[in-house]
């Protein structure tokens, strides 16, 4: 249903897109799109979420850097990531959601995931 794409490694202080492509079948399901990442050895964490009405939320280590966006004529939800640090480098997943309140989902449906890496 989720397939993430756009991962890659990047140098400090670079920029990278992440894309998650919704099955159509299954567009209009969700009420909420998100992005999380998962650093080796730690727990998984949300970055960024979009509601229906176009609301948005990001974790605090990524506001003013990233951007999550809808793309309504590719059926995807974009991931902008813009200034990154190694800090960044994690596995990141597309996650598709009933409802939302900021980064707290629910009934979550997970993508594969798409590693990035910032040395």
């Known amino acids: 249903q989720l397939v993430e794409s756009g991962g890659g490694s990047v140098q400090a202080g670079g920029s990278l897109r992440l894309s998650c492509a919704v099955s159509?079948?299954?567009?209009?399901?969700?009420?909420?799109m998100a992005w999380f990442r998962q650093a080796s050895g730690e727990r998984r964490e949300g970055v960024a979420s979009?509601?229906?009405?176009?609301?948005?939320s990001y974790t605090d280590s990524v506001k003013g850097r990233f951007t999550i966006s809808k793309d309504k004529v590719k059926n995807t939800v974009d991931l902008q990531m813009n200034s990154l640090k190694p800090e960044d480098t994690a596995m990141y997943y597309c996650?598709?959601?009933?409802?939302?309140?900021?980064?707290?989902?629910?009934?979550?449906?997970w993508g594969q995931g798409t590693q990035v890496t910032v040395s």
């Open positions: 996650a598709a959601a009933t409802t939302c309140a900021r980064l707290t989902l629910t009934d979550i449906t």
């Open positions: 979009i509601r229906l009405d176009g609301g948005t």
């Open positions: 159509r079948r299954y567009t209009g399901s969700f009420g909420c």
